[in-house]
């Protein structure tokens, strides 16, 4: 009996290898900083969204000291910022977020618990966002990037390099968790998942995210998957736990799942009083607090009751100095809220191969043809081919791009050329490809993701909106420029789920550019300066146009580029303008067959050619718009909405639009063949228009 005791006291015994000091500070920093939040600055309303991390914040601190390589990726939700002290962040900086400040996070654009840390020297805290579950896709793309570093780029610093991701309870039921989790365990991903599990997701139960409310325990026979579960409040065993789970992933670059339990001491946020909570769970809660059992687990075993002390008013001293820095740094001058929703020429600080130095190769936007005509699929193909062979950082991938060549072909034969960790499939999930593709190019990669169909996007609305916008809401800390090609439109006949449109979704989603190109040649020139630019872009195929005989042009060049926001003049006159994209480009220009008409190709949506539709407008003094997409709200709407604006004095008829119905897309012929814009009836609208 006395040496079984004496093997558990052992066992227990403080891990010398960790400075418990310094756990010990940054417990008592993070709880003085809840506090200073709950009992004065939210009362005061100078922070509007308070979530504390009490209960949760000694498991957090002791992961975040175990993130010690310098590529090392976290990427938490909104009560981590325990965790961000852990990795050197500022507390005046935390606050100062928290009050909406120039400065810190996001210079007051974005709630200042959505946390992001870039670090060159250390452990960064990935852009967070504010949807729950939204963290886990990227993180497992931040993975696959260390992995690509390591093996392919033969970078020897990420050798140890691990990805690590955290979400309570109530997160595990979302897409993003499973798609993450499938991600990291098909491809072996140096990935921590790290679960705090505090039984609650707001007011839900975590027995209703997962069936008797333990995740870890439901993952235990999950292949290639190493699970550790325990008490999150223990400091012996947190501790031990997060070792282990943190070695096993750097020594086995394989993914593991740590859940640790914890007590939300305080409510979901400030504003929850937790009424749903019997007296009797609040206070089992609180008899779980760690900060009074990290006190009695050090003290004396590794500092004095004095050192404790002082600790605490170390804590608190800081927390007020941070305070008052805080409060003296201004709030954002409001003329710089526009900027940095796309790249303006000052670099951001972490994601995209440009903030690593990149330079790209000239090119011109003069086609050097060799004179044989290619159809758009050969086209976007060679451009892969080309872009692959002379940047390594490039990568393509989605469902069914590798042996079989994407439904579309237009990857055929680049993964047999450039092998399976630059051209592979992916499983099945939007979410995954989109969230994925995020946290490779955090990582600094250029990832070319592919959704089959324009509807299929739909899964992956979120990490596409949350993409956009990681510029202007880190107030450009971080960027991730992608390349998500997307075929869509009506190819034959149509139907509701492969031939949407739509474009007009990614223009009003901020900090994305939209390429439309409507033949091959501008398919070549818009998707290398996608390639080697430093936005995210979607590129749009129309699947009419992929082997159309119009769309057919010699290839320009391995030089030839296009800047977005020029549109081309296809055809040109004096009596009527002609705006149109894609697939209706051909059609606009056959029905204004013996009319002296300007037909304007925009090639991009965002940023569209509004001076070459004006200037057009001002000088022929009619104007229709033709589109495939539905007519309510339709990117032709806000192009009417600005010729109006700008150019009203110079009509001589009404700003005229010619669209699809507002249905969608139908699957028979002649049904389609109603429903989109024909020559016929774009040639009715030209000539009502002219002879207004």
Same mark, same amino acid.
């Given at each position: *009996?006395?040496?079984?005791?004496?093997?558990?006291? &052992?066992?227990?015994? +403080?891990?010398?290898?960790?400075?418990?000091?310094?756990?010990?500070?940054? #417990?008592?920093?993070?709880?003085?900083?809840?506090?200073?939040?709950?009992?004065?600055?939210?009362?005061?309303?100078?922070?509007?969204?308070?979530?504390?991390?009490?209960?949760?914040?000694?498991?957090?601190?002791?992961?975040?000291?175990?993130?010690?390589?310098?590529?090392?990726?976290?990427?938490?939700?909104?009560?981590?910022?325990?965790?961000?002290?852990?990795?050197?962040?500022?507390?005046?900086?935390?606050?100062?977020?928290?009050?909406?400040?120039?400065?810190?996070?996001?210079?007051?654009?974005?709630? =200042?618990?959505?946390?992001?840390?870039?670090?060159?020297? @250390?452990?960064?805290?990935?852009?967070?966002?504010?949807?729950?579950?939204?963290?886990?896709?990227?993180?497992?793309?931040?993975?696959?990037?260390?992995?690509?570093?390591?093996?392919?780029?033969?970078?020897?610093?990420?050798?140890?390099?691990?990805?690590?991701?955290?979400? @309570? !309870?109530?997160?595990?039921?979302?897409?993003?968790?499973?798609?993450?989790?499938?991600?990291?365990?098909?491809?072996?991903?140096?990935?921590?998942?790290?679960?705090?599990?505090?039984?609650?997701?707001?007011?839900?139960?975590?027995?209703?995210?997962?069936?008797?409310?333990?995740?870890?325990?439901?993952?235990?026979?999950?292949?290639?998957?190493?699970?550790?579960?325990?008490?999150?409040?223990?400091?012996?065993?947190?501790?031990?736990?997060?070792?282990?789970?943190?070695?096993?992933?750097?020594?086995?670059?394989?993914?593991?799942?740590?859940? #640790?339990?914890?007590?939300?001491?305080?409510?979901?946020?400030?504003?929850?009083?937790?009424?749903?909570?019997? /007296?009797?769970?609040?206070?089992? /809660?609180?008899?779980?607090?760690?900060?009074?059992?990290?006190?009695?687990?050090?003290?004396?075993?590794?500092?004095?009751?004095?050192?404790?002390?002082?600790?605490?008013?170390?804590?608190?001293?800081?927390?007020?100095?941070?305070?008052?820095?805080?409060?003296?740094?201004?709030?954002?001058?409001?003329?710089?809220?526009?900027? %940095?929703?796309?790249?303006?020429?000052? *670099?951001? $600080? *972490?994601?995209?191969?440009?903030?690593?130095?990149?330079?790209?190769?000239?090119?011109?936007?003069?086609?050097?043809? !060799?004179?044989?005509?290619?159809?758009?699929?050969?086209?976007?193909?060679?451009?892969?081919?080309?872009?692959?062979?002379?940047?390594?950082?490039?990568?393509?991938?989605?469902?069914?791009?590798?042996?079989? @060549?994407?439904?579309?072909?237009?990857?055929?034969?680049?993964?047999?050329?450039?092998?399976?960790?630059?051209?592979?499939?992916?499983?099945?999930?939007?979410?995954?490809?989109?969230?994925?593709?995020?946290?490779?190019?955090?990582? =600094?990669?250029?990832?070319?993701?592919?959704?089959?169909?324009?509807?299929?996007?739909?899964?992956?609305?979120?990490?596409?909106?949350?993409?956009?916008?990681?510029?202007?809401?880190?107030?450009?800390?971080?960027?991730?420029?992608?390349?998500?090609?997307?075929?869509?439109?009506?190819?034959?006949?149509?139907?509701?789920?492969?031939? $949407?449109?739509?474009?007009?979704?990614?223009? %009003?989603?901020?900090?994305?550019?939209?390429?439309?190109?409507?033949?091959?040649?501008?398919?070549?020139?818009?998707?290398?300066?996608?390639?080697?630019?430093?936005?995210?872009?979607?590129?749009?195929?129309?699947?009419?146009?992929?082997?159309?005989?119009?769309?057919?042009?010699?290839?320009?060049?391995?030089?030839?580029?296009?800047?977005?926001?020029?549109?081309?003049?296809?055809?040109?006159?004096?009596?009527?303008?002609?705006?149109?994209? =894609?697939?209706?480009?051909?059609?606009? /220009?056959?029905?204004?067959?013996?009319?002296?008409? !300007?037909?304007?190709?925009?090639?991009?949506?965002?940023?569209?050619?509004?001076?070459?539709?004006?200037?057009?407008?001002?000088?022929?003094?009619?104007?229709?718009?033709?589109?495939?997409?539905? =007519?309510?709200?339709?990117?032709?709407?806000?192009?009417?909405?600005?010729?109006?604006?700008?150019?009203?004095?110079?009509?001589?008829? +009404?700003?005229?639009?010619?669209? *699809? +119905?507002?249905?969608?897309?139908?699957?028979?012929?002649?049904?389609?063949?109603?429903?989109?814009?024909? &020559?016929?009836?774009?040639?009715?609208?030209?000539?009502?228009?002219?002879?207004?």
């Amino acid at each position: *009996m006395a040496q079984a005791a004496l093997r558990r006291i &052992v066992r227990n015994a +403080p891990d010398e290898t960790i400075d418990w000091k310094r756990i010990a500070y940054l #417990l008592q920093l993070s709880r003085a900083l809840d506090e200073m939040e709950e009992t004065r600055l939210v009362p005061e309303k100078k922070v509007l969204y308070q979530f504390s991390a009490r209960g949760h914040d000694m498991a957090q601190i002791l992961l975040g000291c175990r993130l010690t390589e310098r590529h090392d990726g976290a990427c938490g939700y909104y009560r981590s910022r325990p965790l961000l002290l852990a990795l050197g962040v500022d507390p005046a900086d935390a606050l100062a977020s928290a009050m909406g400040r120039a400065g810190g996070y996001s210079d007051g654009r974005d709630i =200042g618990v959505v946390f992001n840390y870039p670090n060159r020297s @250390g452990a960064s805290a990935l852009p967070m966002c504010g949807g729950v579950g939204s963290q886990y896709t990227p993180t497992a793309g931040w993975a696959q990037a260390i992995e690509y570093c390591r093996t392919v780029l033969k970078q020897s610093d990420y050798d140890r390099a691990i990805a690590v991701v955290l979400g @309570g !309870d109530g997160s595990v039921a979302s897409n993003g968790f499973w798609s993450a989790l499938t991600i990291a365990t098909t491809q072996t991903l140096p990935m921590l998942f790290y679960v705090e599990d505090n039984g609650y997701g707001i007011s839900v139960p975590s027995t209703l995210q997962t069936p008797g409310g333990n995740i870890a325990a439901n993952l235990s026979g999950w292949r290639n998957l190493a699970v550790f579960d325990g008490d999150g409040c223990d400091p012996a065993e947190a501790a031990r736990l997060t070792t282990e789970a943190v070695d096993f992933v750097r020594e086995n670059r394989a993914p593991a799942l740590l859940r #640790l339990t914890v007590p939300r001491l305080e409510g979901h946020s400030f504003q929850d009083t937790q009424t749903y909570k019997s /007296e009797n769970v609040v206070r089992a /809660e609180w008899a779980r607090d760690p900060l009074p059992r990290l006190k009695d687990y050090l003290v004396p075993a590794v500092m004095s009751a004095e050192e404790w002390q002082a600790s605490v008013a170390q804590a608190s001293s800081a927390v007020e100095a941070a305070r008052e820095a805080a409060e003296a740094r201004p709030v954002a001058d409001p003329q710089t809220v526009t900027s %940095h929703v796309f790249f303006e020429g000052e *670099m951001q $600080q *972490m994601g995209g191969q440009h903030s690593l130095g990149y330079l790209a190769p000239p090119t011109s936007d003069q086609p050097a043809g !060799d004179g044989k005509r290619i159809n758009m699929v050969t086209a976007i193909r060679r451009t892969l081919d080309r872009e692959l062979s002379i940047n390594e950082r490039v990568v393509l991938f989605g469902e069914d791009i590798g042996p079989k @060549g994407g439904v579309h072909a237009v990857t055929l034969g680049l993964q047999e050329k450039f092998g399976k960790e630059r051209v592979f499939d992916t499983s099945l999930s939007e979410e995954g490809i989109v969230g994925r593709a995020v946290g490779m190019a955090l990582a =600094g990669l250029v990832p070319v993701p592919e959704i089959q169909f324009r509807k299929y996007a739909e899964p992956a609305t979120e990490q596409i909106n949350d993409c956009g916008t990681i510029r202007w809401r880190t107030n450009n800390r971080f960027a991730a420029p992608i390349v998500l090609r997307m075929p869509g439109g009506f190819f034959k006949c149509g139907d509701p789920w492969h031939s $949407q449109t739509n474009e007009v979704a990614f223009v %009003h989603q901020p900090g994305w550019q939209v390429a439309v190109p409507s033949n091959a040649e501008d398919a070549v020139g818009l998707l290398r300066t996608a390639l080697r630019g430093n936005d995210p872009v979607i590129f749009f195929e129309h699947r009419a146009m992929l082997d159309h005989a119009w769309a057919r042009r010699p290839y320009p060049g391995d030089d030839f580029a296009l800047p977005f926001g020029k549109a081309r003049f296809t055809r040109q006159g004096d009596v009527i303008t002609i705006v149109t994209w =894609g697939a209706m480009v051909p059609r606009c /220009e056959e029905a204004a067959e013996g009319i002296s008409a !300007d037909v304007i190709d925009l090639r991009t949506l965002m940023p569209w050619d509004r001076e070459a539709v004006l200037s057009s407008v001002r000088r022929t003094r009619r104007c229709l718009i033709v589109h495939e997409d539905l =007519g309510t709200a339709g990117f032709g709407a806000e192009i009417s909405a600005v010729v109006a604006d700008e150019a009203f004095m110079d009509l001589d008829a +009404p700003v005229t639009r010619l669209t *699809m +119905p507002d249905i969608p897309s139908p699957h028979n012929p002649v049904l389609l063949d109603w429903a989109v814009p024909s &020559v016929e009836r774009i040639h009715e609208k030209i000539q009502s228009l002219v002879e207004f």
